[in-house]
C-alpha cells in the first residue's frame, strides 16, 4: 500500500492487492534505488545488498538502531521486520493524525519510541530508538522552552526522563493544558508535582494516542513576537464566529475588532468595537487571559500583568492561549438531537458494563440499553458476569476486556460528556475505580478518570462543566473524593467565574450538585468587587447573581455585595463606574435600589460606555415599576437631548443611542433623533443608532414599519455621490440586522464595484458577512421578514461614479 502510493512505480495488482511477489520486490528496489539506497540491479530478490539498503534506509529515518543488527546480514530477519512495521505504522498515523498505543502506565519501548517520535516530529533533534537517552532529555526540554513551560536556561541532562524535577512538571504542565491531566498530584490536585507516576505515564500515552498530538506542528512558539503565525493562529480563532475576520496574517481592522467582539462573549469588554485596539482593550485582553490562567508577566497596578500596555508578556501569554486545548476547543458547546444523545448515552452505558460497573446503575438507566444493538448489551454484560468468575476463582482477567483505554478516552471527549451526561460519566469513573481495584487496570487509573473530569472544569464548554459538576457532586455524595480534589474543584470554578461571564449560568446550574462549595465560592466573588479593575467587579457581580437566581445564597449577600459597589459608582475611573452600573444591574431592584440616584446621575457622564452601562441599569431596575415609568422617561429626554451636538464626543454620542435602546420606550420625536444619526461620519454612533431603532422594536416600542422604512431609505443612501454617505448606509444595513436582509444585493454592488472607495468597500463587505450570519440561523426568526420578498431592491439604479474622497473615517 505504501509503495502503491509512490507515482513513479507501476499500478501491478501483485502491490495493490497484497501479494508479496517478484514484483512487489521489484517496487521495493526501484524505491530505494531512486533514494540512494540501493545500487543493485531490478531484479525483484532480496538479497543481501538489497537487505542492507533496507536497513540504511530505516536506520537514517530513526526506525532502526544499530543496536539491532543480531539478524544474519543476509536475511531480512526479525528486527528488520519490526523496524519496517514501525515505518510503516508512524506513515500511517501521521497521515490520519492517530496513533494506537497501549494505555497500560508502563515505560516501555512502544511507549518510549512513540514519544521520542512525536519530540521528533515536532522538530527537536529527538533519537527514536526505543530507549531513553539524554538526547530526548535535552528534546523534552527544548520542546518545552519552546512552549513556554520552561524558562531559558540550561537544565541537567540525564538518561532518566525525571533528570531534573523542574522539567517534569513543566511536561505535566503542559500534559495539563492539552487537556491530559497526570493524576490528582500536586498542590492543586491538577497532577502538576515533578514526579513521574503511572498516572503521568497514562496521561501521556493518552496524548499520544489522540489526535491533538499529530496536530503539534502547528503548534507556536512561544517568542513574544507579535509577526504573521502568531496572528493567523488567532484569525483562526476568531473566524469561527465572525466571518469578518480574514485568515491573511495581518493585524487589520477586522482582526482588531474580531478580538474585541471575542472579549465580548467573555464578558471582558463592554465598550465600542471600534478596531482602535487602544488600552481599555488591550487590558481587557490581559485580565481575560490572567483569569483563564495565562499570566502577561507581573506589571500593573496589582503586579498581575493588567497593564493596558501590549508587551512580550501579552503576546506570549496569548500565543501560549492559542497553543494549548482552550482554544483548540469549539467556542459553542456541541449539540446533538435527542435521538443521537439517546444511543450515545445507552452505547456509554454499555461500555461501562465491561468496567463491572452494573452494580452502581439506577433502575432507570437500563431502559436506555434497549435502544442499542442488544448484541453489544449482552457481551457486555457476559463480559461484566466472566470477569467476576475469574476474580473469584483468582484467574486473570484478559487485558482486552479491560476497556480502560476507552473508557478514559470517553471521559476525556467532549462530545462524550456532553450527550452521555453525568450518571453515565459516573459509571464510566466507578468502571474504572473497579478495574484498577481488582488489579485489571494499572495504578491511577481512578484517579486519572476524576482529574479528567477536572480538567473540563478547567477549560470545558458551559454544557459540559454543568454535566462534570453533577457527576462530581454525585461522587462527592458517594465519599469518593478527597479533601483536595474538592478544593481543586473550587479553585477551578472560582476560576471560571472570574474569568468567563458566559459561563456562569452553567456552573450554577452544576452547582446545585455541590452546594457545599457555595459558602467557599461567594466570598472570594465578593472580595472581586474591590478590584481596581470595573469588569472584574462586572464580572463577579454577575457570577454571584447567577448563584442567587439558583437560590443557592443567604438574602444578605446580595446586599451586602451591593453595598461595595454603591460607592464605587462616584470612582474617578470611568471603567469603575462602568462595572459597578453593570454589576448592580445584576443584583435586581432589592439589592441595588438605594443606589438608584447615583446610576441615574451617570447618565450624564463624560464616557459614552458609562451613558450606555447607566441607561442600561436604570431601564433594567425600573422597566417592571410602572409607578417610576416617569423616571424612564425622564431618562429618555436627558439622553435625546445631548445628540443633537455632532460635533460631542463620538463615545457620548454612541453611548446616549445605545442607552435610548436600553430604555426600550420612545418620545414623539425619539426615531427622529436616532434616524439623524444614522449618517455620523463615526461608525460607532452609526451603529449605535441603528442597533437602537432594532432594539426598540424587539421590545415593542415602535412598529415594524418604522425599521422597514428605515432600512429602504438607508439603502436609497447606497446610490449617494457622497461616499461619507454610502458608507454609513453600508454599516447602518448592517446594524438593523433582519430588515435589511432584503438588501443584501445591494450591498453585493457595493462590495463588488471595483472603482467604490475602500472604506465603502470594507464596510459593504463586513455587513454582507453579519446579514449571511443571520439568514444561516435555524433560529432566526423576525416578522420583518415576512416582506422580504416585497421589499424593492435598488441594483439597476444608475449610479454615478464616486468623488474623490474629501473626508475621513476615524476607525
Known sequence: NFLSHDENLPRTPSIREGQ?????????????????????????????????????????????????????????????????????????????????????????????????????????????????????????????????YLEMRTYSVGADLEADEEVVRGMEAWLRDQG??????????????????????????????????????????????????????????????????????????????????????????????????????????????????????SNGERGDGVSGTWGKGTTCALQKFLNSRKAAATLHDIFTTAPEQKDLEAACWALALFGGAEEWMDEEVFDLLPTLDQSLIDTGRRTAKARQVLRDNGLPVPPEWWGTAQLLANLGDALWIQAAGSEAAVAAVLSLKSLEAADEAPPGVWEMGVAVLLAHLRDGMPTAVEVVCH????????????????????????????????????????????????????????????????????????????????????????????????????????????????????????????????????????????????????????????????QLYGVLRRLQARLPDNESDAWVRAGCCQGIGSVGLVLDDTVQVLSSHLTDTEVIVVEGAAQALRQLYLRGAIDSKVLDNTAFETASQLLSQDWLHRWAACVCLGALGPTALPYMQDLQARASDEDENAFVHDAAKQSLNRLAILQRSEHFQDRSLDRMHAAQSLVGYSFSPPEPPHGSVRA
Not at 543493485?40 to 539491532?68: C, I, K, N, Q, Y
Request: glycine share 8%; hydrophobic share 45%.
Open 20 to 148: 508479496w511477489g517478484q514484483e512487489g520486490k521489484r517496487a521495493l528496489q526501484s524505491y530505494l534505488k531512486r533514494n540512494g539506497f540501493y545500487t543493485g540491479p531490478l531484479h525483484g530478490v532480496l538479497d543481501s545488498l538489497t537487505v542492507r539498503a533496507l536497513r540504511s534506509w530505516l536506520m537514517d529515518l530513526g526506525h532502526f538502531h544499530e543496536s539491532w543488527l543480531t539478524d544474519n546480514e543476509c536475511e531480512w530477519g526479525r528486527w528488520t521486520t519490526i523496524a519496517l512495521q514501525r515505518f510503516l505504522i508512524a506513515e500511517y498515523e501521521q497521515e490520519k493524525g492517530i496513533r494506537h498505543l497501549a494505555v497500560d502506565g508502563q515505560w516501555n519501548v512502544e511507549t518510549v519510541f512513540a514519544f521520542q517520535d512525536f519530540l521528533a516530529r515536532s522538530g527537536t533533534a529527538s533519537p527514536r530508538t526505543g530507549t531513553w537517552h539524554s538526547a530526548n532529555n535535552k528534546a523534552i526540554q527544548e520542546f518545552l522552552k519552546r512552549r513556554g
Open 180 to 297: 491530559f491531566p497526570c493524576g490528582l498530584q500536586g498542590n492543586e490536585a491538577d497532577g502538576v508535582d515533578g514526579v513521574i507516576h503511572s498516572a503521568t505515564r497514562l496521561a501521556l500515552q493518552l496524548f499520544l494516542n489522540s489526535e491533538r498530538a499529530g496536530q503539534i506542528d502547528k503548534d507556536l512558539v512561544i517568542d513574544g513576537k507579535w509577526k504573521e503565525p502568531t496572528i493567523r493562529r488567532l484569525q483562526e480563532l476568531l473566524v469561527e464566529d465572525n466571518p469578518n475576520v480574514e485568515v491573511n496574517g495581518l493585524w487589520d481592522i477586522a482582526t482588531r475588532q474580531g478580538l474585541q467582539l471575542f472579549l465580548r462573549l467573555q464578558g471582558r469588554y463592554v465598550s465600542f468595537t471600534d478596531g482602535d485596539f487602544g488600552a481599555v482593550s488591550v487590558e481587557s485582553l490581559q485580565a481575560w487571559l490572567r483569569d483563564e490562567g495565562f499570566s502577561c508577566g
Open 471 to 630: 457527576a462530581l457532586g454525585k461522587l462527592m455524595d458517594m465519599h469518593y473524593l478527597r479533601v483536595e480534589v474538592l478544593d481543586s474543584a473550587r479553585k477551578v470554578l472560582a476560576q471560571r467565574l472570574r474569568a468567563n461571564a458566559s459561563i456562569h449560568q452553567a456552573i450554577a446550574r452544576g452547582l446545585t450538585a455541590m452546594r457545599s462549595l457555595v459558602n467557599q465560592l461567594w466570598p472570594v466573588l465578593r472580595e472581586r468587587l474591590s478590584s481596581p479593575h470595573g469588569l472584574d467587579m462586572k464580572i463577579a457581580a454577575e457570577a454571584l447573581a447567577a448563584l442567587d437566581n439558583q437560590l443557592l445564597l443567604s438574602e444578605h449577600v446580595l446586599v451586602s455585595s451591593a453595598a461595595v459597589l454603591g460607592p464605587r459608582l462616584m470612582d474617578e475611573e470611568w471603567i469603575v463606574r462602568l462595572g459597578a452600573c453593570h454589576g448592580l444591574a445584576a443584583f435586581g431592584t432589592k439589592a441595588a435600589g438605594p443606589y438608584l440616584d447615583q446610576i441615574l446621575e451617570l447618565v450624564e457622564d463624560e464616557e459614552g460606555p458609562v451613558v450606555a452601562a447607566a441607561a442600561a441599569a436604570v431601564s433594567k431596575l425600573l422597566h417592571d415599576k410602572t409607578d417610576r415609568r416617569f
